[in-house]
Nanobody
Framework: QVQLVESGGGLVQAGGSLRLSCAAS????????MAWFRQAPGKQRELVAH???????AYADAVKGRFTISRENAKNTVHLQMNSLKPEDTAVYYC?????????WGQGTQVTVSS
């Protein structure tokens, strides 16, 4: 069984920064793609950033140039560095990690950006 634990959410003023982390634990043979999604109140869940097993990254247009996704394979961890935060970034952020060809989701962490 694999579990993901997220950390790093919170309240920040517009223009500030936060770093989210998501660590996988349990029986792990291979780590593949990792990603961050977010869901704002009343909106659908959307993909924010993705990183392949080889380290190739992709971002939603809304966060390009402000967010950076990275991975630490030795720690089974994915990070999301969020800079120049805007009120519209307010949402619950979820990590997804593909472990042994199966997707696992984190529990979600609240990010609130005040204006």
């Amino acid at each position: 069984q694999v579990q993901l634990v997220e950390s790093g959410g919170g309240l920040v003023q517009a223009g500030g920064s936060l770093r989210l982390s998501c660590a996988a634990s349990g029986t792990i043979f291979s780590l593949n793609a990792m990603a961050w999604f977010r869901q704002a109140p009343g909106k659908q869940r959307e993909l924010v950033a993705h990183i392949s097993g080889a380290g190739t990254t992709a971002y939603a247009d809304a966060v390009k140039g402000r967010f950076t996704i990275s991975r630490e394979n030795a720690k089974n961890t994915v990070h999301l560095q969020m800079n120049s935060l805007k009120p519209e970034d307010t949402a619950v952020y979820y990590c997804v990690i593909n472990v042994d060809l199966r997707d696992y989701w984190g529990q979600g962490t609240q990010v609130t950006v005040s204006s």
